[in-house]
């Protein structure tokens, strides 16, 4: 059998730790990257997502992957897509600033399920709204997560962290400082200037729903931007804080 990791390029040390995650569950591992048009609603963003295919294959590889797979936009969408729907926790945080985001993300998964047809596939926590839409809407195939991959300061690797300057960078890690503290999330976070918050929210991890005092799992999920690169992160939120 085969394990898929869906990707983007770009590939990183948070990746690399799902395909080695993949490998452990099978010796039969694609890794997948296609930057998939669907999922953007900004077309400037789309153009600027960074492509390192070289590097990708060397990466993938060294981390274990058995086949690198960067399929077309032909290959994946021969007729007009179908999209998904994500329903509506598919229009909440991420997807109300991103719409459509989700119905593009659910739209590609599983067009590379039908093509690869994995008997697991491997998604990283650090897009927790990705990951719990995905795991709703794939009854039939495991769906495995692989914990966030930080920087030393905390910041979650990301294929856009490459955007930020030195300064930027500085002021991104005010995001995973917030996460520490989720009950004064806000407070920290406008501490720095830099950073423009989208949304910072504790969250019920079984509804997606806000938390309430009787929630047993939650999250906190936080986006924004530090000069016009869109970051997120999310962290458990410890039942006694
Ligand atoms: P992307 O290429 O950004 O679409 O991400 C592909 C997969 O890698 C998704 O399942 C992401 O959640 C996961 N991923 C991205 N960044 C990280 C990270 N820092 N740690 C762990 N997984 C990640």
Same mark, same amino acid.
């Given at each position: ?20 995650? #993949? ?10 990257? %296609?930057? /998939? ?5 900004? &077309? ?16 993938? &590889? ?23 729907? #994500? ?33 697991? #596939? ?68 406008? &501490?720095?200037?830099? %950073? ?14 806000? #938390?309430?005092? &009787? ?18 992160? /999310? ?7």
């Amino acid at each position: 059998m085969t394990v898929l990791v869906p990707t983007m390029g770009a590939l990183h040390k948070g990746h690399q730790a799902l395909i080695k995650r #993949a490998r452990e569950l099978d010796k039969e591992v694609v890794v997948s990257i %296609f930057v /998939n048009p669907l999922q953007f609603s900004d &077309t400037a963003d789309l153009e600027k997502y960074p492509r390192t295919p070289e590097t990708d294959i060397q990466i993938a &590889t060294l981390a274990g992957a058995t086949q690198v797979w960067f399929p077309t936009y032909e290959e994946i969408y021969p007729n007009d897509p179908i999209q998904i729907s #994500a329903g509506a926790v598919g229009d909440l945080y991420e997807g109300a600033t991103r719409p459509g985001h989700f119905a593009g993300v659910l739209t590609v998964v599983n067009r590379l399920f039908e093509i690869v047809k994995p008997s697991a #596939a491997v998604f990283g926590e650090k897009d927790f709204q990705q990951l719990w839409l995905v795991k709703r809407h794939f009854k039939k195939i495991e769906i495995v997560s692989v914990p966030t991959v930080r920087e030393f300061d905390g910041l979650a690797l990301s294929s856009r962290n490459v955007r930020l300057t030195e300064s930027d960078r500085a002021a991104a890690s005010i995001i995973s400082k917030a996460l520490q503290e989720p009950n004064r999330m806000h407070e920290i976070l406008a &501490t720095e200037p830099a %950073f423009k918050l989208d949304y910072a929210e504790i969250i019920d991890e079984k509804t997606f729903q806000l #938390a309430s005092a &009787t929630t047993q799992n939650k999250r906190a999920i936080i986006a924004g931007w530090v000069n016009g690169v869109r970051l997120l992160d /999310n962290a458990v939120v410890e039942s006694n804080s």
